[in-house]
């Protein structure tokens, strides 16, 4: 008898950017590739810091993988802990260009898109579960207007007629990246884990938390 496959969850990561060797993103996304949360099966893929190619790979790996969740996960250089974004913007405005060259600015991430999307994401949820293992997190309210907000919103903008949980989570520096950054960081094996934890709850969180993480300004 042919065994079913596990139902999938897709996990992105993007390559190195802005003169880094390495970016913890993948790093820690490619280290759950092929393992098994909840029975459903982590594909990890890398995202090409490219405006247009990352949203062009991303609708792609989606076709494929049909995943039940989907998690891109971003670097967010210089801020502390993980953060697990709440809203993505239809806005470009790129302060440096993309690795293929590119540096729009004020243009749509989709044009005719709405304003902006909300993850779907129990994210309220899973920063009770990570700060309950002693991680570092909190609820963002901007993944910025780069490579990092635009495939939030095209993930969102691909998931929103179907039954996909999905939403971005930013990640620092890794421990070694801080150093030479004077920068916030954090161990490899802490963010694996915090990606782990963020899965697990996606998967099993019937209903958000309601619980206060917001900010005064």
Not at 140 to 153: E, L
Request: proline share 6%.
């Amino acid at each position: 008898m042919t065994q079913e496959p596990h139902p999938a969850v897709l996990l992105t990561g993007f390559a190195p950017f802005a003169g880094e060797a390495i970016n913890p993103s993948w790093q820690a996304a490619r280290a759950l590739d092929g393992e098994t949360i909840e029975g459903h099966r982590v594909v990890a893929r890398e995202l090409p810091t490219e405006f247009e190619g990352s949203s062009r790979e991303l609708r792609k790996m989606l076709r494929e993988t049909k995943p039940r969740v989907a998690v891109a996960v971003g670097l967010a250089g210089g801020r502390q802990g993980i953060s697990l974004e709440r809203v993505a913007i239809n806005v470009i405005d790129a302060r440096v260009p993309d690795n293929a060259g590119a540096q729009p600015v004020d243009v749509p991430v989709v044009v005719r898109g709405p304003a902006a999307y909300f993850s779907t994401l129990p994210i309220k949820a899973a920063l009770a579960a990570l700060q309950g293992e002693g991680i570092d997190a909190h609820v963002s309210q901007t993944a910025g207007t780069y490579v990092c907000n635009a495939v939030f919103y095209a993930l969102m903008h691909a998931a929103r007629r179907k039954s996909i949980r999905a939403g971005f989570v930013h990640v620092p520096y890794l421990t070694e990246q801080a150093a030479r950054h004077d920068a916030p960081g954090m161990p490899l094996d802490q963010i694996i884990r915090a990606l782990r934890i963020i899965v697990r709850t996606a998967l099993t969180a019937r209903v958000d938390a309601r619980l206060s993480a917001g900010t005064e300004i």
